[in-house]
């Protein structure tokens, strides 16, 4: 049994709470969050969960920052002998895991390390500087710390994680997932249809949906795209593909979907495209889904981010940037032929190296280094 600890409220629509979800099916134990959204009061959760989750009282946010108050669930927690995860980044995890390790050294506390942040010059953006640099100097100070992808390990190496206590362990899906998507058939190609290109994500700044829709403007062959999501920056967005197709817009907004109609929409696509710019996000479950049913899945190779590795393909050389997305769209737009070998390629690789199967060996193969209890499917 382990227990874990993460600022969301799992399993939610994020990589954060998905990743610990996954975690919890495996390892048991209770899982603690911060609940900054305050999930627990909706009820509705996007995937089954069979593990007990307790809310940690916690500070009002003040520049996103939230830490945990004094309480009978935190001395709970902290008086635990069971193997403690955290998931980072947040000040408040990164706070409780320190204390878990003063109060009880033997006790096996261990981090997940999911993103380097990127911080703008706010005020938050300060915030985040400084519990970065606090961050890379006491994460290596715990049992152990995983992350989810060779580049993310070899820049905690560079920051000073040692090796031995270092270990990759890529996102994954959940069994239902997995065996829909693979039960879906890979797209067939047909010379004249229009490229079908899907977005799903949450529409805020760093996703840069805007990118996406000015590369499709340069298109010369039809195209569609539908975008699956909400968010803060959503009405931006519509405004921008209105005035860049005014007549008879190839643009639909969907808006956030259940996870059967999301199905779906991956069955109607060729391509899916995550066209964010920064290494707040560092892997991007959404190609994983994309993936498995056999689709193209389109990132860029950003800085201390392994979010252009997980869709890489052998038999689609290109600059994974901003710069030739335009380029990339038009050239599968063309060879309809190709974006099924591809597709097939895409496929292998998530059988390859992010199947269920796969992780659970990853998983197993942690050992004692993690955790303490033993791994079952």
Not at 156 to 167: A, E, I, P
Not at 357 to 363: A, K, M
Request: glycine share 8%.
């Amino acid at each position: 049994m382990v227990e874990q600890l993460l600022r969301e409220w799992p399993p939610g629509y994020g990589g954060v709470e998905r990743v610990a979800h996954e975690l919890a099916s495996v390892w048991g134990g209770a899982v603690y969050s911060l609940d900054v959204q305050r999930q627990e009061a909706i009820g509705h959760d996007p995937l089954p969960v069979g593990y007990p989750r307790r809310r940690l009282p916690s500070t009002k946010p003040i520049a996103r920052l939230q830490l945990p108050l004094p309480s009978r669930a935190l001395w709970r927690l902290l008086r635990s002998q069971s193997p403690l995860h955290g998931h980072l980044p947040s000040p408040g995890v990164l706070l409780v895991l320190l204390l878990a390790r003063l109060m009880r050294p033997q006790r096996r506390v261990t981090a997940h390390w999911h993103c380097f942040l990127e911080p703008d010059c706010t005020f938050s953006g300060c915030l985040f500087v400084l519990y970065q640099w606090l961050a890379l100097r006491l994460v290596p100070q715990l049992s152990a710390v995983i992350t989810t992808s060779p580049l993310l390990a070899q820049e905690l190496q560079r920051c000073g994680c040692d090796s031995q206590r270092l270990f990759v362990l890529p996102c994954c899906l959940s069994q239902q997932q997995e065996q829909l998507g693979l039960a879906l058939p890979v797209p067939e190609a047909h010379a004249g249809e229009p490229l079908r290109v899907l977005f799903i994500g949450r529409l805020d700044s760093y996703k840069r949906l805007d990118w996406l829709l000015a590369a499709l403007a340069q298109l010369t062959s039809p195209w569609q795209l539908v975008v699956v999501g909400d968010g803060p920056k959503r009405p931006r967005f519509e405004q921008l593909a209105q005035r860049l197709f005014p007549q008879g817009s190839p643009v639909r907004f969907l808006g956030r979907l259940p996870e059967t109609a999301k199905l779906d929409q991956l069955a109607a696509a060729d391509l899916l495209v995550l066209p964010s710019d920064c290494s707040n996000e560092a892997f991007g479950i959404v190609q994983l889904e994309a993936m498995v049913a056999g689709r193209i899945a389109l990132a860029f190779d950003q800085s201390r981010s392994g979010m252009g590795w997980v869709g890489q393909l052998p038999g689609l050389p290109w600059s994974q940037s901003p710069e030739g997305l335009a380029d990339v769209l038009q050239h599968l737009a063309e060879q309809p032929a190709l974006r099924q070998q591809l597709s097939v390629q895409a496929r292998e690789r998530y059988l390859s190296l992010f199947a269920r199967g796969v992780w659970l060996q990853h998983l197993q193969g942690l050992g004692d280094s993690v955790v303490t209890s033993k791994v079952s499917a």
